[in-house]
C-alpha cells in the first residue's frame, strides 16, 4: 500500500485540511452498527423511483444515448424543468439560456457558490442549517456568517436580516434560503418572502434559494419563491432527489438570470462536463409525466408527520411546526439538560433509536434533535413506543 511522501504532505489544499468531518455522516455511520436500531437520522425516502420513471432510463440505454449530452443540459430536459416551473411557480425561466442540470442540488450549491463568491465575500447563512453548506462556502473562500434564527420560529425575518446586515454581516454579498427547511420543516409565507425581498434589494444582495423540498408541504400551504418577487437577483436551486425518490439517480438544476447563468453553466461544465444521459431522461420522463406521483408521496409523508409530531409531544418535546420536508426538529425535554449530542448518544445505545443531534445543524440547534420520518410507518410507530418508554423510564 502506498504512503504519501512525507515532502509532499504540507503542500495539499489547506483549505480542505482545514475542513471539519460532517458529524452528521459520522454520527450516521457509529448509531448505524448498533444491532436494531431504527435509523431516523438521514433523509432518505423510503420509496422507490416510480416505474415509469425507471423505464425512461432503460429505454435510454437500450438506445444507445451514450454521448456527451450539452453542457447545460439536454434540450428535452430543460424544457421540461422550465414547464415545469412555469406551471408551478409561474416564473418563465428560458430553457435556452436559464436554466443548468446538476449532478443533484449539492453540485447545484457547489456551482452556485464557486460562480457567486470570491474569498473573503461574506454569505449570510441562516440556522439551524444542513452543514454541508459551510464546507462548500469555505472551499470557495468566502465568510459563512451564522443566523441564528431559533428565537423566531426558526424562520429569517425582515427585521433579523437587517439587524445581521448593519452588525456582524455587514457587506455580505448573498443570502441563503432553505424553503421548506432542512432541519425544521419550516415553510416561509409569501408576506415572509415579500418582507425578505425588500430588505435583499435595499442591500443590493443576491438570494440563493435552495428549494429542493418544494414538493412537499403539508397542511394545503402552498410553496412561495423568491423568484416569484426578485428573480433578477435569485438562483433557485432544485432537483428531483425527495419528490420522486431519486437520490441516487443524482439530479438537480439551478435556474436564474441569464446573465449569471453564463457563469454558472462555465463552472458546471468545468467540474462535470454534463449529466448521464440516462439519468436526463429519467428526470424529463418525471417532470412531464408524474405529476401525480410526488402528491401520492407527499400524503404519506403528512400522515407520518402526524404520528410522529402526536407521540414526541405526548412524551416532552416541543418544536415549531414542521410544514414541510420530512423532518421533526424537537427540543429534548427538560429533564435531560441541553446536551443534544449526549441525548441522541444515549438514546441510540439504549433505546435503539438514532435521531440526529441538533447541535450539528449549527447556531440554535443545541438542546434539539432532527428527527427524519421518511421512513416506513412500522418504523415510526416502534420508534415512538421506544422513545416514550425512554423518556419515562428516566
Not at 109 to 129: C, R, S
Not at 231 to 247: D, I, N, Y
Not at 333 to 346: E, R, S
Amino acid at each position: 500500500m502506498p504512503h504519501l511522501a512525507k515532502s509532499l504532505s504540507r503542500t495539499i489544499n489547506t483549505k480542505i485540511a482545514q475542513l471539519s468531518d460532517s458529524q452528521i455522516t459520522t454520527f450516521n455511520n457509529q448509531t448505524s452498527k448498533i444491532p436494531g436500531i431504527i435509523k431516523l437520522t438521514i433523509g432518505e425516502p423510503d420509496v422507490n423511483t416510480p416505474e415509469h420513471v425507471k423505464q425512461a432510463a432503460i429505454a435510454d440505454i437500450e438506445k444507445d444515448d451514450s454521448h456527451y449530452a450539452p453542457e447545460a443540459g439536454k434540450p428535452e430536459l430543460l424544457t421540461a424543468i422550465s414547464d415545469y416551473l412555469n406551471d408551478s411557480l409561474g416564473v418563465f425561466f428560458d430553457p435556452a439560456t436559464e436554466i443548468c442540470a446538476t449532478v443533484g442540488a449539492t453540485e447545484a450549491l457547489n456551482v452556485a457558490f464557486m460562480t457567486l463568491l470570491n474569498p473573503g465575500d461574506k454569505i449570510l447563512v441562516p440556522t439551524p442549517v444542513w452543514g454541508v453548506y459551510f464546507g462548500i462556502i469555505e472551499m470557495t473562500g468566502a465568510v459563512p456568517v451564522e443566523v441564528d434564527t431559533s428565537q423566531d420560529g426558526f424562520l429569517l425575518t425582515a427585521d433579523h436580516l437587517k439587524e445581521v446586515l448593519a452588525n456582524e454581516g455587514k457587506g455580505a454579498k448573498a443570502v441563503v434560503l432553505t424553503d421548506p427547511s432542512n432541519p425544521t420543516g419550516r415553510v416561509y409565507s409569501k408576506q415572509d418572502l415579500l418582507e425578505l425581498a425588500q430588505v435583499i434589494t435595499d442591500n443590493n444582495l443576491f438570494a440563493i434559494t435552495d428549494e429542493i423540498y418544494a414538493e412537499l408541504i403539508y397542511n394545503d400551504k402552498k410553496h412561495y419563491s423568491l423568484t416569484q418577487i426578485i428573480p433578477e437577483r435569485t438562483l433557485l436551486l432544485s432537483g428531483l432527489s425527495k419528490s420522486f425518490a431519486m437520490t441516487g439517480w443524482r439530479i438537480g438544476y439551478i435556474a436564474g438570470p441569464k446573465e449569471i447563468m453564463k457563469s454558472v453553466i462555465k463552472v458546471n461544465s468545468f467540474l462535470i462536463t454534463a449529466v448521464t444521459d440516462n439519468v436526463q431522461a429519467a428526470a424529463t420522463e418525471a417532470l412531464v409525466h408524474g405529476a401525480a406521483d410526488y402528491p401520492i408521496a407527499r400524503n404519506t409523508y403528512e400522515n407520518r408527520l402526524n404520528i410522529i409530531e402526536t407521540g414526541l409531544r405526548k412524551c416532552g418535546f416541543s418544536m415549531a411546526t414542521p410544514e414541510g420536508a420530512f423532518y421533526i426538529f424537537a427540543k429534548i425535554p427538560t429533564k435531560f439538560g441541553q446536551d443534544d449530542v449526549k441525548f441522541a448518544t444515549d438514546l441510540a445505545t439504549k433505546a435503539k433509536v438514532a435521531l440526529m443531534p441538533g447541535s450539528y445543524f449549527g447556531q440554535g440547534g443545541q438542546g434539539y434533535v432532527r428527527l427524519s420520518y421518511a421512513a416506513s410507518t412500522e418504523d415510526l410507530e416502534e420508534a415512538v413506543r421506544r422513545i416514550t418508554a425512554y423518556v419515562n423510564d428516566l
